[in-house]
C-alpha cells in the first residue's frame, strides 16, 4: 500500500463498562479513498468509526485504549479540541436525522455554528454542497420547506450535504443506506464514488456488495477484532484468511 | 359461547366505568362555570360590564357612592403574574435544560423528585415565608417600610410555578430524539451550541406550555398573594407597592360581605373573570401541547 494513512487506529481498546467491544484494532485508512469496514451485527462497526470522532465521548461509561491518528497527530492530545475535531472529521448516520428546520437551515448549520452570518456566502455555500450531494435539482425551490417533508434517500443526502458544508477532511458513513430505498442507495454509493476525489471516506456497511463496489480498501472486523484488511479486490477476490473468505461467500454473519 | 358474552360484558363495563368518570369531570367544570355565572349575572342589574371592567376604584361599601371597578385588582394580577414569570421562566428553563443535557444521572434522581416535592408544599407555608423572611429582607433592600408588596409576591409564585416549569420542560427536552443532539455533535457544534440551537427549539412548544400552565397556577393562586403582597387597594403602578390582586380581594372580603347583595354578586363575577383567564391560559398550553405531541409522532 503506497497511500498515505488519513486516519488510523493504533492498538485501540474500546469498552463499554465492562465489555470489551474492540480488541487491539490496528487500521489505517488510506487518504482520498474509501475504505469499507465490513462485519457480523454486533461486531463494533459502528463503535470504531464513532471512535474516530470521539463521539462515544458522549456515551457514559465508555474507556478507550490505545491511539488514533489524524493526520500523525493523536486525536485524544490534550491540544486536540473534539469540536474541532469534528469540524475535519464528519459522519453521516445510519438513519437520516436532519434537523426539524428548513432545508436551508439544516445545510446551513455548520457554517453558521461557525459564526459565518453573511446571507450570500451561505447561500453559496448551501448550493455547492447540495450539488455535491446531487440534491440540488430536487430542492433548489424549496429550500424554506420542513427537511421532514423530504423522502428518507433524500433525507439522508441531505445529512450528507450538511455533512459536506463544513468541509471536513472525513466523512464517516455508518451503514448510510440501510434505511432507504434500492434507487436511493444506488445514488448515494454513486455520491461516495465521487466524494473521494476530495474527501477521505470510511463507511461501515452490511452489505457485501456495497462494499464491494464502493471502496477501494475493506477491512473485515469479527468480534472486535480486525481479521483481514487489504484492498477491496483482492479481499473479495483471494482473501487471504478463511473466516473473510466464509463471510463474503455468505456462509455466516 | 357463555364465556366470551362475559367477557364482552366486562369491556363494556370497564369502558362505561371510564367513560363515566369522563364525563364526571367535564360535568365538575361546567357545574361550577354555570355557578359563576348564575351567582355573578346579578350583579350586572346594578353594575354596567364596561364599569366594571375597565373603572380603577373598588370600594363597594363607600357610604357615598358604591364603586365596583376591578381594573386595579386586574393589573394587579397581571403584574404580580408577569413579575414571577419573568423570575421563573430563565430559571426554570435553565434548570431543566441542566437536568437533562448537563447532570449526572445521580444528580438528576436527587433533584428531579426534590422538585417535585417544592410542588407539594402548601401555599399558606409559601405565604409564611413571605411574611417571616422575604418581607423583611425586601424592606432592608429597598429602604421600604415593610416588604409586604408586588416583588414578594411575584417571588413566591416564582417559586410555586417553577416545578411545573421544570418539570415539563425537562420532559419535553428529553424527550428531543438524542439523533438531533448527535448530528449537531458531529458537525462540530459545541455542548452549548447544541442546546439553543437544536435541542431548545426542538422542545419550544413544550416550554411553551410549561410556562402557560406555570402561569395559570400563578394567576390563581390565592393564599400566597393574600398574605405577601399588602392587599392595597390602591390602583398598582409598580411592584414595589401593595397590591391587591383579584383572588385576594375575593378571599378577604367574601367571607365578610351579606349575602345576596350587589357586593357579594360582584365577588363572583371577578371570580367569573378568573376563571375565564385560567381557562384560557390552560387552553392555549393544551393547544401548543398538542401540536407539539401530533408533531413528535
Ligand atoms: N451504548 C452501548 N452500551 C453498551 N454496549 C453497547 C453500546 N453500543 C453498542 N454496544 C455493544 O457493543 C457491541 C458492538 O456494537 P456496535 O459497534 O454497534 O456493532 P455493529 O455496528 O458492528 O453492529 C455490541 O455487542 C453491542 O451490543
Ligand atoms: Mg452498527
Same mark, same amino acid.
Given at each position: 500500500m503506497?497511500?498515505r494513512?488519513?486516519?488510523e487506529?493504533?492498538?485501540l481498546?474500546?469498552f463499554?463498562?465492562?465489555?470489551h467491544v474492540l480488541?487491539g484494532?490496528?487500521?489505517a ?7 469499507a469496514i465490513?462485519?457480523p451485527?454486533?461486531c463494533g462497526?459502528?463503535?470504531?468509526i464513532?471512535?474516530?470522532n470521539?463521539?462515544n ?5 465508555t474507556?478507550l485504549?490505545g491511539?488514533?491518528l489524524?493526520?500523525?497527530a493523536d486525536i485524544?492530545?490534550p491540544e486536540?479540541?473534539p469540536v ?6 464528519g459522519?453521516?448516520?445510519q438513519?437520516p436525522n436532519?434537523f426539524?428546520?428548513?432545508?436551508f437551515?439544516?445545510?446551513a ?8 452570518r453573511?446571507r450570500?456566502r451561505?447561500?453559496?455555500?448551501v448550493e455547492k454542497s447540495?450539488?455535491e450531494a446531487?440534491?440540488?435539482?430536487e430542492v433548489k425551490?424549496r429550500l424554506?420547506?420542513n427537511?421532514f ?7 439522508q443526502?441531505?445529512?450528507i450535504?450538511?455533512?459536506l458544508?463544513?468541509r $471536513?477532511?472525513?466523512?464517516l458513513?455508518d451503514? $448510510?443506506?440501510s434505511? *432507504?430505498?434500492p %434507487?436511493?442507495t444506488a445514488r448515494?454509493e454513486d455520491?461516495?464514488?465521487? #466524494?473521494?476525489?476530495e ?5 461501515? @456497511? ?8 464502493v471502496?477501494?480498501y475493506t477491512a473485515f472486523l469479527?468480534?472486535?477484532e ?5 484492498d477491496?479486490?483482492t479481499?473479495?477476490?483471494a482473501?487471504?484468511?478463511k473466516? @473473510?473468505e ?5 456462509r455466516?454473519? | 359461547?357463555?364465556?366470551?358474552a ?5 369491556e363494556?363495563s370497564v369502558r362505561?366505568?371510564f367513560? #363515566?368518570?369522563?364525563l ?6 361546567a357545574g361550577?362555570?354555570?355557578?359563576l355565572l ?7 342589574r346594578?353594575?354596567h360590564l364596561?364599569?366594571?371592567?375597565f &373603572?380603577? @376604584?373598588?370600594d ?6 358604591? &364603586? ?12 404580580v ?5 419573568i ?5 426554570? %428553563?435553565?434548570?431543566?435544560a441542566?437536568l ?5 444521572a445521580r ?5 428531579k423528585?426534590a422538585?417535585? =416535592? ?8 409559601i405565604g409564611?415565608?413571605g411574611?417571616?423572611l =422575604?418581607g423583611?429582607?425586601l ?5 421600604l ?8 409576591g ?5 417559586v410555586?410555578?417553577?416545578? &411545573?416549569?421544570i418539570?415539563?420542560?425537562?420532559d419535553?427536552?428529553s424527550?428531543?430524539?438524542p439523533?438531533?443532539g ?5 458537525l462540530?457544534?459545541s ?5 439553543v440551537?437544536?435541542?431548545l427549539?426542538?422542545? #419550544?412548544?413544550?416550554? *411553551?406550555?410549561?410556562?402557560m ?14 398574605m405577601?403582597t399588602?392587599?392595597?387597594r390602591?390602583?398598582? &403602578?409598580?411592584?414595589?407597592q401593595?397590591l391587591? @390582586?383579584?383572588?385576594?380581594n375575593?378571599? *378577604?372580603?367574601?367571607g ?7 357586593h ?7 371570580g367569573?373573570?378568573l376563571f375565564i383567564?385560567t381557562?384560557l391560559v390552560?387552553m392555549v398550553?393544551?393547544i ?6 401530533q408533531?413528535?409522532?
Amino acid at each position: 500500500m503506497t497511500a498515505r494513512s488519513k486516519i488510523e487506529a493504533r492498538k485501540l481498546d474500546f469498552f463499554y463498562g465492562s465489555k470489551h467491544v474492540l480488541k487491539g484494532l490496528d487500521l489505517a485508512c488510506p487518504e482520498k479513498s474509501v475504505t469499507a469496514i465490513i462485519g457480523p451485527s454486533g461486531c463494533g462497526k459502528s463503535t470504531f468509526i464513532r471512535t474516530l470522532n470521539r463521539m462515544n465521548d458522549v456515551v457514559a461509561g465508555t474507556r478507550l485504549a490505545g491511539r488514533i491518528l489524524l493526520d500523525g497527530a493523536d486525536i485524544h492530545d490534550p491540544e486536540m479540541d473534539p469540536v474541532e475535531l469534528r469540524r475535519r472529521v464528519g459522519m453521516v448516520f445510519q438513519k437520516p436525522n436532519p434537523f426539524p428546520k428548513s432545508i436551508f437551515d439544516n445545510v446551513a448549520y455548520g457554517l453558521r455554528i461557525n459564526g459565518e452570518r453573511r446571507r450570500g456566502r451561505l447561500e453559496e455555500v448551501v448550493e455547492k454542497s447540495l450539488r455535491e450531494a446531487a440534491l440540488w435539482d430536487e430542492v433548489k425551490d424549496r429550500l424554506r420547506e420542513n427537511a421532514f417533508a423530504l423522502s428518507g434517500g433524500q433525507q439522508q443526502r441531505l445529512c450528507i450535504a450538511r455533512a459536506l458544508a463544513v468541509r $471536513p477532511e472525513v466523512i464517516l458513513f455508518d451503514e $448510510p443506506c440501510s434505511a *432507504i430505498d434500492p %434507487i436511493a442507495t444506488a445514488r448515494v454509493e454513486d455520491l461516495i464514488q465521487r #466524494l473521494k476525489t476530495e474527501y477521505t471516506v470510511v463507511i461501515v @456497511t452490511h452489505n457485501m456488495q456495497q462494499a464491494a463496489r464502493v471502496s477501494d480498501y475493506t477491512a473485515f472486523l469479527m468480534l472486535g477484532e480486525l481479521v483481514e484488511f487489504g484492498d477491496t479486490k483482492t479481499i473479495f477476490t483471494a482473501p487471504v484468511r478463511k473466516m @473473510t473468505e466464509e463471510y463474503i461467500t455468505g456462509r455466516f454473519g | 359461547m357463555n364465556k366470551r358474552a362475559l367477557r364482552n360484558l366486562k369491556e363494556k363495563s370497564v369502558r362505561t366505568f371510564f367513560f #363515566l368518570n369522563g364525563l364526571l369531570a367535564v360535568v365538575v367544570l361546567a357545574g361550577i362555570f354555570l355557578l359563576l355565572l348564575v351567582s355573578a349575572v346579578p350583579a350586572f342589574r346594578e353594575i354596567h360590564l364596561r364599569e366594571f371592567l375597565f &373603572t380603577k @376604584t373598588w370600594d363597594p361599601t363607600s357610604p357615598l357612592k358604591e &364603586t365596583y371597578g376591578i381594573l386595579g385588582q386586574i393589573a394587579s394580577s397581571v403584574l404580580v403574574t408577569l413579575g414571577a414569570m419573568i423570575l421563573a421562566v430563565p430559571v426554570g %428553563i435553565g434548570v431543566a435544560a441542566y437536568l437533562s443535557d448537563v447532570a449526572h444521572a445521580r444528580v438528576r434522581e436527587i433533584v428531579k423528585p426534590a422538585v417535585e =416535592i417544592l410542588a407539594g408544599i402548601p401555599s399558606v407555608v409559601i405565604g409564611f415565608l413571605g411574611i417571616v423572611l =422575604i418581607g423583611p429582607a425586601l424592606a432592608k433592600l429597598f429602604g421600604l417600610g415593610h416588604g409586604l408588596n408586588g416583588l414578594n409576591g411575584s417571588l413566591l409564585l416564582a417559586v410555586m410555578s417553577l416545578p &411545573t416549569i421544570i418539570s415539563i420542560s425537562e420532559d419535553s427536552l428529553s424527550a428531543v430524539p438524542p439523533a438531533y443532539g448527535e448530528a449537531s455533535l458531529a458537525l462540530g457544534g459545541s455542548r452549548w451550541q447544541t442546546l439553543v440551537r437544536v435541542k431548545l427549539p426542538a422542545a #419550544l412548544s413544550g416550554i *411553551i406550555a410549561a410556562v402557560m400552565l406555570g402561569m395559570g397556577r400563578a394567576v390563581g393562586e390565592t393564599m400566597t398573594v393574600l398574605m405577601a403582597t399588602g392587599n392595597a387597594r390602591a390602583f398598582p &403602578t409598580g411592584l414595589m407597592q401593595s397590591l391587591r @390582586t383579584m383572588t385576594s380581594n375575593i378571599a *378577604i372580603e367574601l367571607g365578610e360581605v351579606p349575602y345576596f347583595t350587589t357586593h357579594y354578586y360582584a365577588l363572583f363575577a371577578i371570580g367569573l373573570v378568573l376563571f375565564i383567564m385560567t381557562f384560557l391560559v390552560n387552553m392555549v398550553a393544551d393547544i401548543v401541547l398538542h401540536k407539539y405531541q401530533q408533531r413528535e409522532s
